[in-house]
């Protein structure tokens, strides 16, 4: 089974949030930077169902893992 491909956008809609261009830098700007020390599934703005999904995604190295990782690294620069 191939895994599935997904962008940014599509992870701000899976997490319940706006996800056109100018919402997701919004997000980004307002959230950066995340410090070092604390995972990004751990960040104090995720509801506790957003929390969870971002935490199974990348434990289990699922499908959404490679734009989670991504969303990391945009909130850590």
């Known amino acids: ?3 599935q ?3 940014l956008c599509d992870l701000f809609r899976q997490l319940g ?6 919402s997701v830098e919004r ?5 950066r930077p995340l410090p070092n020390d604390i995972p990004l599934a751990e960040a104090p703005w995720w509801s506790p169902s957003q929390a ?3 935490k199974e995604e990348l434990c289990k190295d699922g499908d959404w893992a490679e734009v989670v990782d991504l969303l990391g690294s945009l909130l850590s620069s």
């Not at 949030?17 to 100018?22: I, M, R, S, T, V």
């Not at 997000?27 to 959230?31: P, R, Y």
Request: hydrophobic letters at 50%.
């Open 1 to 3: 089974m191939e895994n």
């Open 5 to 7: 491909i997904h962008r």
């Open 17 to 22: 949030l706006p996800d056109d261009p100018a």
């Open 27 to 31: 997000f980004l700007a307002a959230h």
């Open 52 to 54: 969870r999904f971002l």
